[in-house]
């Protein structure tokens, strides 16, 4: 990383700002202190900025629009100038906000009446089985009568406590409520001067008392028509209003959107004047830049500005952990990029992982759910993504994560693909795909393939083996460039020794261990992925080696033990972990990669278990297809001695991929996503460095204007 220090005339701080931006890896470093200038001024329009980011933020939030999704269709706007964005904005606000915000008084007024008029309805029907008119309830000058619903088991109780507290001057009434089992609508009218405690009495049973409206002369059942009627005027008024916003909604909403959108373009421009430095008659901005943008820049300063402004380029005097770092890696890589940066931002001295796991990710992703169906179901969502992002959508702060990776999603689903048709699995079922890899497929000739578990645990241990000495090498290269001789020495005698270690389980025996010692016979050379289905030892594929096992033992595994330990335990307590962790993980992190065997075989079986129980059902059937040569769907199959034509359950296939896609799927997500995580990373990569955050804009609802060189404009105050 550099950093840059351009420097240009007051001005020119708008056209300054607009190359920085369209520039896009520009991180603004804050050199105020140095100017002992702690915060900046705004001027009027950027004022103005706010002021009306805040009303369009209300109107927005009535009209119900969604400013995270995109609509399809953009509007080019002039923003060379605050000023110019601002006329923009004004226009739009201008037009819509005060219908927007009458219309938004209408409804609350009209719902706030609308509420009572149910609100008077609802009284007069509970009511009406008592006879009584609205206005018999009420305070005179000598008696208090009111109405309301109770349970009706505390009847009798309320009854008792007014005979109690009036020695028997009260009227009580009582009927059960319309539509309401186990409640009744009751009636009191008692002495004034015994209100109080009777609202005591009330309360303490559950007597709930009506808020009787004023001024509804007439019975209730008279009351109860008029208010349905008001009811239906007013429900049809809102009905209108509601329509009305909608059609703002509609006519608006491409300009709406966009408006907002400059003005939340704005308020970041006018943000990140804040990391300016000012002078009479300059401003100054510093910022990391990546190595090689140089030119870049320049050109881009130059377009706007001309000659009138100075750039210098320097290397970085800061602390390596205030120096952000800069992931160069192509955008089909950024799902990848993003995981390995939930892991740890790589720092001065680690290399970046992306373009390795971009590759060995979906890899053993796809083996383990392996599944030409539902890895089709993958590459869809994954195509679906990204065609949403295209189009400037959002999929909401869940189904965000598939969207972000939904590039991501298309190299899982292609593999998963792949590994479908090497192991002969369509939707779970294995009656459809001939495998092209016959050692892994469960029944050949019509019987248990008994060699399959033992086949496919060895693919999924040297799969590992492969990535783990992929990552000690990556260790190595890292140590030597940055001049670390004795951690790379040790780190070199990690990966013999491991080799080693490895040839010796495959090359000579993985259940006897005496085997290693003796002093006779020969070692096979490991060679990986190629001897898989031959067994171990000498299976005919592995070369010889004509050396005794013992000889090799102490060459490939005791030396480069002694060696790794002499050199680590010179580091201390510190360097005996260091030794102890790599020999424990030797053995650990490589058996850790069984479950990629494991998880592929529960994902067939699960998916398995749908088709037994769903035999016969909607079957459909499949006509045999090759190319150049290569049988992918036979004529028919041998399966448990019986022939059988290509073909498969499509309700098994719905149900199996429905929860067992989306289960199995998310489990060997998070299954190779540890074996990255834990197994790999552990062995050359330690993050902690300084994510890269550019001076950046994002365009959703608005087309970014052709930037050409800009006259002298003064500075707006």
Same mark, same amino acid.
Do not use: C
């Given at each position: 990383?550099?950093?840059?220090?351009?420097?240009?005339?007051?001005?020119?701080?708008?056209?300054?700002?607009?190359?920085?931006?369209?520039? *896009?890896?520009?991180?603004?470093?804050?050199?105020?202190?140095?100017?002992?200038?702690?915060?900046?001024?705004?001027?009027?329009?950027?004022?103005?900025?706010?002021?009306?980011?805040?009303?369009?933020?209300?109107?927005?939030?009535?009209?119900?629009?969604?400013?995270?999704?995109?609509?399809?269709?953009?509007?080019?706007?002039?923003?060379?100038?605050?000023?110019?964005?601002?006329?923009?904005?004004?226009?739009?606000?201008?037009?819509?906000?005060?219908?927007?915000?009458?219309?938004?008084?209408?409804?609350?007024?009209?719902?706030?009446?609308?509420?009572?008029?149910?609100?008077?309805?609802?009284?007069?029907?509970?009511?009406?089985?008592?006879?009584?008119?609205?206005?018999?309830?009420?305070?005179?000058?000598?008696?208090?009568?009111?109405?309301?619903?109770?349970?009706?088991?505390?009847?009798?109780?309320?009854?008792?406590?007014?005979?109690?507290?009036?020695?028997?001057?009260?009227?009580?009434?009582?009927?059960?409520?319309?539509?309401?089992?186990?409640?009744?609508?009751?009636?009191?009218?008692?002495?004034?001067?015994?209100?109080?405690?009777?609202?005591?009495?009330?309360?303490?049973?559950?007597?709930?008392?009506?808020?009787?409206?004023?001024?509804?002369? *007439?019975?209730?059942?008279?009351?109860?028509?008029?208010?349905?009627?008001?009811?239906?005027?007013?429900?049809?008024?809102?009905?209108?209003?509601?329509?009305?916003?909608?059609?703002?909604?509609?006519?608006?909403?491409?300009?709406?959107?966009?408006?907002?959108?400059?003005?939340?373009?704005?308020?970041?421009?006018?943000?990140?004047?804040?990391?300016?430095?000012?002078?009479?008659?300059?401003?100054?901005?510093?910022?990391?830049?990546?190595?090689?943008?140089?030119?870049?820049?320049?050109?881009?300063?130059?377009?706007?500005?001309?000659?009138?402004?100075?750039?210098?380029?320097?290397?970085?005097?800061?602390?390596?952990?205030?120096?952000?770092?800069?992931?160069? &890696?192509?955008?089909?890589?950024?799902?990848?990029?993003?995981?390995?940066?939930?892991?740890?931002?790589?720092?001065?001295?680690?290399?970046?992982?992306?373009?390795?796991?971009?590759?060995?990710?979906?890899?053993?992703?796809?083996?383990?759910?392996?599944?030409?169906?539902?890895?089709?179901?993958?590459?869809?969502?994954?195509?679906?993504?990204?065609?949403?992002?295209?189009?400037?959508?959002?999929?909401?702060?869940?189904?965000?994560?598939?969207?972000?990776?939904?590039?991501?999603?298309?190299?899982?689903?292609?593999?998963?693909?792949?590994?479908?048709?090497?192991?002969?699995?369509?939707?779970?079922?294995?009656?459809?795909?001939?495998?092209?890899?016959?050692?892994?497929?469960?029944?050949?000739? *019509?019987?248990?393939?008994?060699?399959?578990?033992?086949?496919?645990?060895?693919?999924?241990?040297?799969?590992?083996?492969?990535?783990?000495?992929?990552?000690?090498?990556?260790?190595?290269?890292?140590?030597?460039?940055?001049?670390?001789?004795?951690?790379?020495?040790?780190?070199?005698?990690?990966?013999?020794?491991?080799?080693?270690?490895?040839?010796?389980?495959?090359?000579?025996?993985?259940?006897?261990?005496?085997?290693?010692?003796?002093?006779?016979?020969?070692?096979?050379?490991?060679?990986?992925?190629?001897?898989?289905?031959?067994?171990?030892?000498?299976?005919?594929?592995?070369?010889?080696?004509?050396?005794?096992?013992?000889?090799?033992?102490?060459?490939?595994?005791?030396?480069?033990?002694?060696?790794?330990?002499?050199?680590?335990?010179?580091?201390?307590?510190?360097?005996?972990?260091?030794?102890?962790?790599?020999?424990?993980?030797?053995?650990?992190?490589?058996?850790?990669?069984?479950?990629?065997?494991?998880?592929?075989?529960?994902?067939?079986?699960?998916?398995?278990?749908?088709?037994?129980?769903?035999?016969?059902?909607?079957?459909?059937?499949?006509?045999?297809?090759?190319?150049?040569?290569?049988?992918?769907?036979?004529?028919?199959? &041998?399966?448990?001695?019986?022939?059988?034509?290509?073909?498969?359950?499509?309700?098994?296939?719905?149900?199996?991929?429905?929860?067992?896609?989306?289960?199995?799927?998310?489990?060997?997500?998070?299954?190779?996503?540890?074996?990255?995580?834990?197994?790999?990373?552990?062995?050359?990569?330690?993050?902690?460095?300084?994510?890269?955050?550019?001076?950046?804009?994002?365009?959703?609802?608005?087309?970014?204007?052709?930037?050409?060189?800009?006259?002298?404009?003064?500075?707006?105050?």
């Amino acid at each position: 990383m550099l950093v840059a220090k351009v420097v240009t005339h007051k001005d020119y701080e708008r056209q300054m700002i607009l190359a920085l931006e369209e520039f *896009g890896l520009f991180e603004p470093i804050d050199v105020r202190h140095q100017a002992g200038i702690l915060e900046g001024t705004r001027t009027r329009d950027e004022e103005t900025v706010f002021a009306v980011s805040e009303r369009f933020s209300v109107v927005i939030e009535s009209l119900g629009l969604e400013t995270f999704r995109g609509i399809g269709k953009r509007t080019e706007v002039e923003d060379k100038l605050v000023a110019d964005s601002l006329a923009h904005v004004s226009e739009v606000i201008q037009s819509v906000e005060t219908e927007v915000l009458e219309t938004d008084q209408e409804i609350a007024t009209l719902s706030l009446e609308l509420e009572r008029q149910k609100g008077v309805r609802d009284i007069a029907l509970a009511l009406e089985p008592l006879g009584l008119d609205l206005e018999m309830i009420t305070t005179t000058e000598y008696t208090y009568t009111t109405a309301g619903k109770i349970q009706t088991g505390h009847l009798s109780k309320l009854e008792w406590s007014l005979n109690e507290l009036t020695e028997g001057m009260f009227v009580f009434r009582a009927v059960p409520a319309p539509k309401s089992k186990g409640t009744s609508i009751a009636s009191v009218s008692i002495s004034l001067e015994r209100k109080n405690a009777a609202d005591r009495i009330f309360t303490a049973i559950g007597f709930e008392t009506f808020t009787i409206p004023e001024g509804y002369p *007439g019975s209730p059942e008279e009351i109860a028509d008029a208010a349905s009627e008001e009811i239906i005027k007013l429900e049809k008024s809102l009905d209108q209003l509601l329509a009305r916003k909608e059609s703002i909604a509609q006519e608006w909403k491409p300009r709406i959107l966009a408006a907002w959108e400059i003005l939340e373009i704005e308020k970041s421009r006018i943000s990140v004047k804040g990391y300016f430095v000012y002078t009479e008659s300059s401003v100054k901005a510093w910022g990391w830049i990546p190595e090689g943008t140089q030119d870049k820049i320049e050109v881009l300063l130059n377009e706007m500005i001309g000659t009138a402004f100075n750039i210098a380029f320097d290397q970085p005097d800061f602390a390596e952990h205030d120096s952000p770092t800069y992931l160069s &890696n192509p955008s089909i890589m950024k799902p990848t990029e993003d995981v390995v940066s939930a892991y740890g931002t790589p720092s001065k001295h680690d290399l970046d992982p992306t373009k390795i796991m971009w590759i060995s990710f979906p890899l053993i992703f796809g083996l383990v759910f392996a599944d030409v169906g539902q890895g089709l179901l993958i590459l869809f969502i994954g195509l679906a993504a990204i065609r949403a992002t295209r189009k400037g959508d959002d999929w909401g702060q869940i189904m965000g994560y598939v969207q972000n990776g939904g590039k991501g999603l298309v190299m899982m689903g292609l593999f998963a693909i792949l590994g479908g048709f090497l192991f002969g699995s369509f939707f779970g079922s294995e009656t459809v795909i001939e495998p092209l890899w016959p050692m892994f497929a469960h029944y050949i000739d *019509g019987e248990v393939n008994p060699s399959r578990a033992s086949h496919m645990l060895k693919l999924s241990i040297e799969i590992g083996v492969i990535q783990i000495s992929l990552g000690i090498i990556l260790d190595i290269y890292n140590k030597l460039k940055h001049k670390e001789w004795d951690e790379g020495i040790i780190s070199i005698a990690f990966l013999w020794m491991y080799l080693g270690f490895i040839n010796l389980v495959f090359g000579v025996s993985y259940n006897n261990i005496n085997t290693w010692f003796s002093s006779e016979g020969a070692v096979n050379l490991w060679l990986p992925i190629v001897g898989i289905g031959y067994g171990t030892g000498n299976n005919g594929v592995y070369p010889v080696i004509p050396i005794a096992p013992m000889l090799f033992t102490i060459i490939a595994f005791v030396i480069p033990m002694i060696l790794m330990a002499v050199l680590a335990f010179r580091h201390g307590m510190d360097g005996a972990v260091h030794f102890m962790e790599s020999v424990l993980s030797m053995i650990s992190h490589t058996v850790s990669y069984a479950r990629i065997f494991a998880l592929n075989t529960v994902h067939v079986i699960l998916s398995g278990v749908f088709f037994s129980f769903t035999t016969g059902l909607l079957m459909i059937y499949f006509p045999p297809i090759s190319l150049g040569g290569v049988v992918i769907i036979p004529e028919a199959f &041998n399966h448990h001695g019986a022939t059988i034509l290509p073909g498969m359950s499509l309700v098994g296939a719905a149900v199996g991929s429905f929860l067992v896609g989306i289960l199995e799927g998310l489990l060997a997500f998070m299954h190779t996503l540890r074996l990255h995580f834990v197994e790999f990373f552990s062995k050359f990569y330690h993050a902690g460095g300084t994510p890269f955050t550019p001076f950046v804009t994002k365009r959703v609802f608005t087309v970014e204007p052709t930037r050409v060189a800009m006259a002298v404009v003064p500075s707006q105050k």
